[in-house]
């Protein structure tokens, strides 16, 4: 069933009840907590509905748990009105409670396994992998979708060494399921990402922390439909 509305929506499942889902654009928005404290509620569900933006996931490894669902369940509301699919980082338990679309799970959390058995097997899963030997273990196991990277240095994530496109680009020969290229990706190189055969990316900053967030956003999935 989930092969099927995989292939039907062109990269995702959509949550039981809900109307269609899955955007055929490549951009993924990740919501790292610290820069979400600089946008109201607001602010943030504007940026989020944007219809270049075709999935979003909320991020927040510094938070109780508690205070991450409360905010988990106001996007999750606010984006069950429309195409982008959410996804809630690390915390399986609070992608359930939220009704959200499914979870993201770094190499060092929870296996895909368990996280299968907490969601069911209409959810989303997503894994975060750092070379081609993680990344074919995680579509042999069953991912949805994986994170490469960080393919360039970032500051989101400065205890991880940047891979390069090299091997990012790797995974397009072996990979069948849709793979993110992640890692301070912005205008200023996403030539050389298309270039490299890599047409869905996930970024923060290069939109989070633009002046014009859904301008931003509008420029780089110009970028990627032209690739």
């Known amino acids: 069933m989930r092969k099927n509305l995989l292939k039907k929506s062109r990269l995702y499942p959509v949550r039981s009840g809900a109307p269609r889902r899955g955007a055929s654009n490549g951009i993924y928005l990740i919501l790292d907590r610290p820069i979400l404290k600089r946008f109201s509620l607001e602010d943030v569900f504007s940026i989020i509905s944007s219809r270049y933006i075709g ?47 499914g979870v993201h799970l770094g190499q060092d959390d929870l296996s895909l396994r368990a996280a299968r058995k907490i969601l069911g097997k209409d959810k989303i899963i997503g894994i975060s992998c750092h070379n081609l030997s993680q990344a074919l273990k995680a579509q042999k196991e069953g991912a949805d979708y994986i994170g490469i990277g960080p393919v360039y240095e970032t500051s989101t994530k400065p205890e991880c060494s940047a891979i390069g496109l090299k091997a990012a680009a790797e995974l397009k020969a072996k990979i069948k399921i849709p793979y993110f290229a992640i890692g301070n990706i912005c205008e200023a190189n996403i030539d050389e990402i298309t270039a490299a055969g890599i047409r869905r990316i996930a970024v923060c900053r290069a939109i989070l922390g633009a002046g014009n967030p859904q301008e931003a956003a509008k420029r780089l999935y110009k970028k990627l439909r032209k690739s």
Request: aromatic share 4%.
């Open 55 to 101: 999935l979003v996931q909320l991020r927040d490894k510094k938070s109780p748990k508690s205070k991450v669902l409360d905010l988990a369940i106001k996007l999750s509301k606010r984006l069950s009105r429309t195409k982008t699919l959410f996804i809630i980082n690390d915390y399986a338990d609070v992608a359930l409670a939220s009704l959200a679309d």
